[in-house]
């Protein structure tokens, strides 16, 4: 079994950089964190950071695999 580097097995990201990949904003992500509805995060003593597979995850939820009544995937 191989073992990573520590950095590598968390791959933390900082809110700025998840925002960007979810394409929503650094307040609504702060919104989602108080209000329980968005992507795990860990939480230190000087802010908080994501996990990568936790936002994978999370989009992994979020998808929808249905289509409207027109046939569009839209």
């Known amino acids: 079994m191989e073992v990573q580097s520590a ?3 968390l ?3 900082r809110p700025e950089e998840a925002a960007q990949i979810l394409e929503v904003s650094k307040a609504t992500l702060a919104n ?3 209000r329980r ?3 795990a995060f860990v939480k230190f003593p000087r802010g908080v950071r ?3 597979p936790d936002l994978r995850k999370w989009l992994d939820v979020q ?3 249905k289509a ?3 046939g ?3």
Do not use: F, S, V
């Open 7 to 9: 950095p590598a097995q």
């Open 11 to 13: 791959e933390l990201i």
């Open 37 to 39: 509805i968005g992507p």
């Open 72 to 74: 569009n995937d839209d």
């Open 68 to 70: 409207d009544d027109n």
């Open 32 to 34: 989602w964190r108080r």
């Open 63 to 65: 998808t929808e695999n």
């Open 50 to 52: 994501y996990r990568l």
